[in-house]
Nanobody, 122 residues
Framework: QVQLVESGGGLVQAGGSLRLSCAASGRTFSRYAMGWFRQAPGKEREFVAAIAWSDGRTYYADSVKGRFTISRDNAKNTVYLQMNSLKPEDTAVYYC???????????????WGQGTQVTVSS
């Protein structure tokens, strides 16, 4: 069982930056692939970024490539999402996710956080 708690959301102007954090419980954090998803009002939840546990490879949605960076600190059981050059269309609730299988974290992760709101003003 993995519990995930996000933090770091807030209100920022377009062009600004935010860093989201996701703290995970459990002693096997290093063996979980981690991901970030987001859901804007009236839209379906969408994949944002993921990082594999096996080799640390990272994956991004086209909409955030070059602007967002996912990273992890296994010693702190924490995954981060650094968001730069934010746009109003990045406004959404951001969710942290985890799965023991690298290939599933971007599709149907087993564990979810409660979400953190990110609002980008124009």
């Amino acid at each position: 069982q993995v519990q995930l708690v996000e933090s770091g959301g807030g209100l920022v102007q377009a062009g600004g930056s935010l860093r989201l954090s996701c703290a995970a419980s459990g002693r096997t954090f290093s063996r979980y692939a981690m991901g970030w998803f987001r859901q804007a009002p009236g839209k379906e939840r969408e994949f944002v970024a993921a990082i594999a546990w096996s080799d640390g490879r990272t994956y991004y949605a086209d909409s955030v490539k070059g602007r967002f960076t996912i990273s992890r600190d296994n010693a702190k059981n924490t995954v981060y999402l650094q968001m730069n050059s934010l746009k109003p269309e990045d406004t959404a609730v951001y969710y942290c996710a985890a799965d023991s299988r690298d290939r599933d974290v971007a599709i149907s992760p087993d564990y979810w956080g409660q979400g953190t709101q990110v609002t980008v003003s124009s």
